[in-house]
């Protein structure tokens, strides 16, 4: 069974701070990638940074940055100078990469308030 | 591009009622997804369809629940007799079948009364 944690249900961070959320995932697959989704109050859900498991280098989409530890089985997400627009309810998934499906596995969520 | 759109994007319904919420995917997208979020907990799968056949239905809670998807194009979720507990976030996304190519809607609010 594949799980997905998300042990931070708010946070809250000063404009131009940095936060860090964290996930950890459980899973037998050797083959999978991780991601961390961004859902704005009553606005779609979008990508901000995937990693895939066979790679070492974290992941980086301009002020979004990741700690992939594929042993510890961690993918935490770091904002860094944080802005208002980037509060918003933040999921961590994980995708096995089976023939059929490419399903998600979601955490919780973490609500990420900015503060100016 | 036109992205995945849902509707209602709230709906309140009383207990034993039936509620149908609809999504239209990305024009050409011929795989689709329904997940829900119930309040507090994470996001869980639904179900898959690949065009108008569904590939993975493994998510759906039970027969209350009815899934379609007509001609491969829009899908319709409906929930009969609706319960208090399925009360949540119903999210749909559409993607071309890569990894990378998920696109979601921003959910439809069901709460069920």
């Known amino acids: 069974a594949q799980t997905v944690t998300q042990s931070q249900p708010e946070m809250s961070v000063q404009e131009a701070e940095t936060v860090t959320l964290s996930c950890t995932y459980d899973?037998?697959?050797?083959?999978?990638?991780l991601f961390w989704y961004k859902q704005p109050p009553s606005r779609q859900m979008i990508l901000v940074i995937r990693?895939?498991?066979?790679?070492?280098q974290n992941a980086t989409e301009n002020r979004f940055s990741v700690n992939f530890q594929k042993a510890a089985k961690s993918f935490s997400l770091k904002i860094s100078d944080s802005q208002l627009g980037d509060t918003a309810m933040y999921f961590c998934a994980f995708m096995p990469l089976l023939i059929a499906g490419n399903q998600f596995y979601f955490g919780t969520g973490t609500s990420l308030t900015v503060i100016p | 591009e036109a992205g995945v759109t849902q509707f209602p994007s709230h709906s309140v319904i009383e207990k034993g009622q039936t509620v149908t919420l609809r999504c239209d995917p990305i024009s050409g997208h011929d795989n689709l997804y329904w997940y829900r979020r119930v309040m507090g907990k994470e996001i869980k799968f639904l179900l898959h369809?690949?065009?108008?056949?569904?590939?993975?239905e493994s998510g759906m809670p039970n027969n209350r629940f009815l899934a379609e998807r007509t001609g491969g194009t829009y899908s319709t979720l409906k929930v009969q007799p609706a319960e208090l507990e399925d009360s949540g976030v119903y999210f749909c996304?559409?993607?071309?079948?890569?990894?990378?190519?998920?696109?979601f809607g921003s959910g439809t609010r069901l709460t069920v009364v």
């Open positions: 899973t037998s697959e050797n083959n999978y990638y």
């Open positions: 369809f690949v065009k108008e056949s569904k590939q993975d």
């Open positions: 990693q895939e498991a066979y790679k070492q």
């Open positions: 996304a559409s993607s071309h079948g890569t990894v990378y190519g998920y696109t």
